[in-house]
């Protein structure tokens, strides 16, 4: 008998769902209505997959997840971990407050209990002044009780992080196991504020992302369904339960990248720009190697800046919904707004009220969905116009994405792709797999567990090759950490910057490693 394998993925529109057999191969596949409150919408989906599909459930051994919890309780405020600031870092950065430049409604309500202690390392690894424990002491025993998180910050940490992990230890030893402790060293990269802010968010929603798991493995088990949990993380992976409740904040874009792995699986192209349109946007992506293109640039969350591994994305403001006005003169708009899972109520294809881009393309016989004859009424050579601005849109996102002239396929998926034309100016092949409507839950199934590293070193102390092999153990371990079977690790990155302003020939490396689910 062989095994199976759910993934999930929620979007603002759809929560889609895939059963794939031990092959891969896609054996059932639906999509469901987003929910108010995500959960019901999860459930939804699942349980449709699984009765439609009628296979044993005890076969079903593997259930990954693609969730914006977390990212909707840190845009909406909602559900935040009480969390204690302490940045390592007196004297030298007293003149930036921590939280400094974020909201201040975000500020309120994550800004309770800031601190600031003496320590921390200059860029070269050398001391600051020595930690100050007594003051950690002290303060760990002002919050006891009154804080669910803490999160530690120290002055380059990601080159010495000794202050952050003896800091761990001391509210460890006062607070006891039930309060988390995140480091920004295993969070973010050099820059002090951006690091910070990474690792506050993180620490504020560890408890969103345990009710999310709990709530999700109790689904399955309410399915008669038990099968190992993983979610899936920014950088198209997967990571274990307990991970994920260590580092929350890896999941805000799982559900981009969850569609590029899909697309590259659907395809099978390892090299390739995508294009996921939903009901509300567009998300323009790139793979290299089979996995999403990071970012090298600050990410805002929530209004918050922050520096950790995200995707390099581009967003436009068209999916399935995106509602078209047509002014008395012509002239038009393309959103940016969107009836999002309300399409079949208020698309006039459907018998709504409401011009969207998929009534556009239904009235010229780009996509066959609803009644055509509700549309076709409406001035052809106008929908001409508004059609080729969505093209536009679309093409000029993917030269946005592009690192020369030279044409490269594009990947189209989502329930909204039907949308465009299979042909792109830009691109060398247009490709719609089968199955590319429900790509980000395909890719949240198939993904491997990853682990990545980012530190620097000081080449003159330990030399290039051992820092290459110290950085490439690290990253397998986090793997292994994270879920990864050890015997099928493989290194499929490696980033290797010299940073000119450090002495000590010192340089950034990045390695990601990426297995087979254990």
């Given at each position: 008998?062989?095994?199976?394998?759910?993934?999930?993925?929620?979007?603002?529109?759809?929560?889609?769902?895939?059963?794939?057999?031990?092959?891969?191969?896609?054996?059932?596949?639906?999509?469901?209505?987003?929910?108010?409150?995500?959960?019901?919408?999860?459930?939804?989906?699942?349980?449709?997959?699984?009765?439609?599909?009628?296979?044993?459930?005890?076969?079903?051994?593997?259930a990954m997840l693609g969730t914006t919890h977390c990212t909707n309780a840190i845009v909406e405020r909602k559900g935040l971990n009480?969390?204690?600031?302490?940045?390592?870092?007196?004297?030298?950065?007293?003149?930036?407050?921590?939280?400094?430049?974020?909201?201040?409604?975000?500020?309120?309500?994550?800004?309770?209990?800031?601190?600031?202690?003496?320590?921390?390392?200059?860029?070269?690894?050398r001391e600051i002044a020595a930690l100050d424990e007594a003051h950690l002491y002290e303060i760990a025993n002002e919050v006891k009780g009154k804080v669910d998180s803490i999160a530690i910050t120290s002055v380059f940490s990601p080159?010495?992080?000794?202050?952050?992990?003896?800091?761990?230890?001391?509210?460890?030893?006062?607070?006891?196991p039930d309060v988390a402790i995140s480091l920004s060293s295993e969070i973010g990269s050099v820059g002090l504020l951006e690091r910070e802010n990474a690792t506050i968010l993180n620490a504020s929603v560890v408890n969103v992302a345990k009710t999310a798991a709990d709530g999700f493995i109790q689904a399955l088990k309410n399915e008669?369904?038990?099968?190992?949990?993983?979610?899936?993380?920014?950088?198209?992976?997967?990571?274990?339960?307990?991970?994920?409740?260590?580092?929350?904040i890896f999941t805000v874009a799982c559900g981009p990248t969850n569609s590029l792995r899909g697309a590259s699986y659907l395809a099978d192209l390892t090299d390739a720009i995508v294009v996921d349109v939903g009901g509300t946007t567009s998300d323009v992506g790139i793979l290299v190697n089979s996995f999403p293109r990071e970012s090298s640039l600050e990410v805002e969350i929530g209004g918050a800046r922050t520096n950790f591994r995200m995707p390099d994305l581009v967003s436009i403001g068209l999916g399935g919904g995106t509602i078209i006005r047509i002014k008395d003169n012509g002239d038009f708009t393309i959103g940016p707004d969107s009836v999002g899972y309300r399409l079949p109520e208020k698309a006039l294809i459907f018998g709504?009220?409401?011009?969207?881009?998929?009534?556009?393309?239904?009235a010229l016989g780009k996509a066959e969905l609803g009644d055509p004859a509700k549309v076709a009424h409406l001035d052809r050579a106008l929908l001409e116009r508004v059609y080729a601005k969505m093209v536009e849109m679309v093409e000029e996102a993917i030269d946005k994405m592009k690192t020369s002239a030279d044409p490269i396929p594009v990947i189209l998926v989502g329930g909204g792709s039907i949308l465009l034309p299979t042909e792109l100016e830009g691109a060398s092949e247009v490709i719609r797999p089968e199955h590319s409507g429900v790509a980000n839950a395909i890719g949240s199934a198939i993904s491997q567990v990853s682990g990545q590293i980012e530190k620097i070193y000081l080449l003159d102390e330990v030399g290039r090759e051992n820092a290459l092999e110290a950085a490439k153990e690290e990253a397998k371990e986090e793997a292994v950490t994270a879920g990864a079977n050890k015997d099928s690790l493989?290194?499929?990155?490696?980033?290797?910057?010299?940073?000119?302003?450090?002495?000590?020939?010192?340089?950034?490396i990045r390695v990601k490693a990426a297995g087979e689910l254990r």
């Amino acid at each position: 008998m062989g095994t199976y394998r759910i993934g999930i993925d929620v979007g603002g529109t759809h929560t889609d769902a895939v059963l794939l057999d031990e092959n891969n191969e896609v054996v059932s596949e639906t999509k469901a209505s987003t929910t108010t409150d995500v959960t019901t919408g999860i459930y939804n989906a699942m349980h449709k997959v699984i009765t439609e599909a009628n296979v044993d459930r005890e076969n079903i051994r593997y259930a990954m997840l693609g969730t914006t919890h977390c990212t909707n309780a840190i845009v909406e405020r909602k559900g935040l971990n009480n969390v204690a600031v302490v940045r390592i870092g007196a004297p030298a950065t007293l003149a930036v407050k921590p939280l400094t430049g974020v909201p201040e409604d975000l500020k309120e309500a994550l800004g309770k209990y800031v601190y600031l202690v003496r320590g921390g390392h200059e860029f070269d690894g050398r001391e600051i002044a020595a930690l100050d424990e007594a003051h950690l002491y002290e303060i760990a025993n002002e919050v006891k009780g009154k804080v669910d998180s803490i999160a530690i910050t120290s002055v380059f940490s990601p080159v010495s992080r000794v202050h952050e992990e003896r800091a761990r230890d001391i509210f460890a030893e006062v607070l006891g196991p039930d309060v988390a402790i995140s480091l920004s060293s295993e969070i973010g990269s050099v820059g002090l504020l951006e690091r910070e802010n990474a690792t506050i968010l993180n620490a504020s929603v560890v408890n969103v992302a345990k009710t999310a798991a709990d709530g999700f493995i109790q689904a399955l088990k309410n399915e008669g369904i038990n099968a190992s949990v993983f979610f899936g993380q920014n950088d198209g992976t997967l990571m274990s339960v307990d991970y994920a409740v260590k580092y929350p904040i890896f999941t805000v874009a799982c559900g981009p990248t969850n569609s590029l792995r899909g697309a590259s699986y659907l395809a099978d192209l390892t090299d390739a720009i995508v294009v996921d349109v939903g009901g509300t946007t567009s998300d323009v992506g790139i793979l290299v190697n089979s996995f999403p293109r990071e970012s090298s640039l600050e990410v805002e969350i929530g209004g918050a800046r922050t520096n950790f591994r995200m995707p390099d994305l581009v967003s436009i403001g068209l999916g399935g919904g995106t509602i078209i006005r047509i002014k008395d003169n012509g002239d038009f708009t393309i959103g940016p707004d969107s009836v999002g899972y309300r399409l079949p109520e208020k698309a006039l294809i459907f018998g709504g009220d409401t011009l969207t881009a998929t009534d556009v393309a239904v009235a010229l016989g780009k996509a066959e969905l609803g009644d055509p004859a509700k549309v076709a009424h409406l001035d052809r050579a106008l929908l001409e116009r508004v059609y080729a601005k969505m093209v536009e849109m679309v093409e000029e996102a993917i030269d946005k994405m592009k690192t020369s002239a030279d044409p490269i396929p594009v990947i189209l998926v989502g329930g909204g792709s039907i949308l465009l034309p299979t042909e792109l100016e830009g691109a060398s092949e247009v490709i719609r797999p089968e199955h590319s409507g429900v790509a980000n839950a395909i890719g949240s199934a198939i993904s491997q567990v990853s682990g990545q590293i980012e530190k620097i070193y000081l080449l003159d102390e330990v030399g290039r090759e051992n820092a290459l092999e110290a950085a490439k153990e690290e990253a397998k371990e986090e793997a292994v950490t994270a879920g990864a079977n050890k015997d099928s690790l493989v290194i499929v990155d490696i980033e290797d910057v010299p940073l000119a302003y450090l002495p000590g020939n010192a340089t950034r490396i990045r390695v990601k490693a990426a297995g087979e689910l254990r």
